[in-house]
C-alpha cells in the first residue's frame, strides 16, 4: 500500500505552511526595502493566544540590536481575554531570535546612514511565531507619489485588459 504524499494538501490543511497573521502594509509604504531575514519570536502563552486571535499590531514596531540580540519594540500585543495575572504589558519589548551571523550582519547594515530595521510579516509555521523583518530606506516624498502613480497605472492597464476580454 503507497503512503499519501504529506505535501499534497492545501496551504489551510498543511500544517508546515506559513499561516500569515499581521502584515505591516505602511512599512512598505514609507521605505524601500532591500533585505529581508526571517526571525522566532519569544513569546509567553497568552501572548500566542492573542496572535492567533488575531489581536496584534506591528504598526509602530521596529528592531533594535543592543549587545548581540536583537529586539522588536513597540509592537501591541493584545492581552489576552481569559488570561488572568499571566498576562504581560502589551507593548513590551520582545526579543528575536536568529543566527549569530544574520544578526552580525543587521547590526552592520543598521548603523548605516538612512537604513532601518522593520518588522514586516508576523506568521505562524510549524506552530511556531515568526516575524518578517526587512532591511529599508526611507522614501522622499516623490518616491512615494511615483509609487502611486505606477500602482494607478498598473490597475488601469488591468481593467483595461479585463475590458478586452469580455468583449
Not at 38 to 56: H, N, Y
Request: charged share 35%; net charge positive.
Amino acid at each position: 500500500m503507497k503512503k499519501a504524499n504529506q505535501n499534497t494538501a492545501p496551504a489551510s490543511e498543511n500544517p508546515h505552511a506559513k499561516r500569515q497573521v499581521l502584515s505591516n502594509r505602511r512599512a512598505r509604504h514609507e521605505y524601500t526595502i532591500e533585505d529581508t531575514y526571517d526571525a522566532g519570536l519569544a513569546l509567553a502563552g497568552t501572548e500566542v493566544k492573542s496572535i492567533r486571535a488575531g489581536q496584534a499590531n506591528l504598526q509602530d514596531a521596529f528592531c533594535k540590536v543592543e549587545n548581540g540580540e536583537v529586539w522588536l519594540y513597540n509592537m501591541y500585543v493584545a492581552p489576552f481575554e481569559h488570561g488572568t495575572h499571566w498576562n504581560l504589558e502589551p507593548r513590551r519589548k520582545r526579543k528575536l531570535l536568529m543566527h549569530r551571523r544574520e544578526i552580525d550582519v543587521l547590526k552592520a547594515r543598521s548603523e548605516q546612514k538612512g537604513l532601518a530595521v522593520i518588522p514586516l510579516n508576523l506568521y505562524f509555521q510549524h506552530g511556531y511565531a515568526k516575524i518578517e523583518i526587512g532591511m529599508g530606506r526611507g522614501k522622499k516624498l516623490y518616491d512615494k507619489r511615483d509609487d502611486i502613480a505606477n500602482r494607478d497605472a498598473e490597475r488601469e492597464q488591468r481593467r483595461e485588459f479585463a475590458q478586452r476580454q469580455r468583449e
